[in-house]
Nanobody
Framework: VQLQAFGGGLVQPGGSLRLSCTIPERTFSIGTMAWFRQAPGKEREFVAAIRWSGTTIAYGGSVKGRATVSRDNVKRTGYLQLISLKPEDTAVYYC????????????????????WGQGTQVTVSS
């Protein structure tokens, strides 16, 4: 199953963007969706995750207060909005989906996620 992520691009510092990730119909029952990112030369980093029921949300420390994760059940699409973007937010952003619902403290791990998107580049630069 290939997730499809959209919304990356070039953004000025202080700007905002919204990424979206759609899960194809009739594939699997979504338990949790997450966003990770990987900057050049760095390990992949957890950004945010949401239980598909909307009951539980987790954010990575580097984006807390600047990120909002949400989902649309009907469209089977998850969203990640980032504001007050900084050059250090530059990375390839990946969405991931799990059939399971890991506990809050485990939502930031890569293990629970069964399917991954191809990544979308976000560049924050003036």
């Amino acid at each position: 199953v290939q997730l499809q992520a959209f919304g990356g691009g070039l953004v000025q510092p202080g700007g905002s963007l919204r990424l979206s990730c759609t899960i194809p119909e009739r594939t699997f029952s979504i338990g949790t969706m997450a966003w990770f990112r990987q900057a050049p030369g760095k390990e992949r980093e957890f950004v945010a995750a949401i239980r598909w029921s909307g009951t539980t949300i987790a954010y990575g420390g580097s984006v807390k207060g600047r990120a909002t994760v949400s989902r649309d059940n009907v469209k089977r699409t998850g969203y990640l909005q980032l504001i007050s973007l900084k050059p250090e937010d530059t990375a390839v952003y990946y969405c991931a989906a799990a059939k399971s619902m890991p506990i809050h403290s485990y939502m930031s791990h890569e293990d629970p996620y069964d399917y991954w998107g191809q990544g979308t580049q976000v560049t924050v630069s003036s």
